[in-house]
């Protein structure tokens, strides 16, 4: 069964800073990987998908990155913003039964 | 731009009453799935369909019922609400498994007294 571990599990940096939240996962086996943020009280917001066959992935201040064979995954998040302020969760797909970390509660200090 | 729909956004139940929530998609997906959310155990898998015409167990299906009513539509039942129900339900659809980006609904907040 796929576990997922999400580390660390809250993180607090002051605005500007650049940031890596960290994400691991015992069953490699995947076709992608994908990155949401989650604000207090909302729904999930898809930020980054990356393939099996992709080592990285860039939207505007965000990189992610996937090691397949190592069963970890990276986003960075260049100059951070307040608005940053959120949970992030990965979620490696390996079928149907997508199974999520419990996520990286991440606040950004003004 | 709809995405995914999900109704009711609040509900209050009592414990033994039965409500369902609805979800539709109007992005054509193939898959749809519904998980609960809860404070320190992160999302959890409760039922979902791969397809149009079939259903499957996730982690926590038990008291819980889903309909797969079309290529839309994904609802999810409870037939007999326990406290232990309270909890937020997101619904969610992509394309398929192998080629997926995963897209949320807004949510569904239930409590069960």
Redesign the interface.
């Known amino acids: 069964k796929q576990e997922v571990t999400q580390i660390p599990a809250a993180l607090s940096v002051p605005e500007g800073e650049n940031l890596v939240l960290n994400c691991s996962f015992t069953d490699s086996a995947i076709?992608?990987l994908?990155w949401?943020r989650q604000d207090p009280g909302?729904?999930?917001?898809?930020l980054l998908?990356i393939q099996s066959s992709q080592r990285e992935q860039t939207s505007g201040r965000l990189n992610a990155s996937l090691d397949k064979s190592s069963g970890r995954s990276t986003l960075y998040i260049a100059a951070s913003q307040p608005g940053d302020s959120a949970t992030y969760?990965c979620?490696p797909?390996r079928?149907?039964?997508?199974?999520?970390?419990?996520?990286t509660r991440l606040h950004i200090l003004p | 731009n709809a995405g995914v729909t999900q109704t009711p956004k609040f509900q209050v139940l009592k414990t033994g009453q039965s409500m369902t929530l609805q979800c539709a998609q109007d992005m054509n997906h193939n898959?749809m799935?519904w998980y609960r959310q809860d404070p320190?155990?992160?999302?959890r898998?409760i039922y979902?369909s791969?397809s149009e015409g079939t259903t499957?167990k996730?982690?926590v299906p038990n008291g819980y019922n889903v309909s797969r009513l079309n290529k839309r539509e994904f609802s999810l039942r409870l037939e007999s609400a326990a406290p232990s129900q309270t909890s937020v339900y997101?619904c969610?659809s992509r394309t398929s498994?192998?080629?997926?980006?995963?897209?949320?609904?807004?949510?569904s907040r239930l409590t069960v007294l």
């Open positions: 076709y992608n994908q949401f909302k729904g999930l917001t898809s998908l969760l979620a797909n079928d149907d039964k997508i199974i999520f970390g419990k996520g | 898959s799935y320190g155990m992160g999302l898998l979902y791969a499957d996730g982690e997101f969610a498994f192998y080629t997926g980006e995963l897209f949320f609904g807004e949510g």
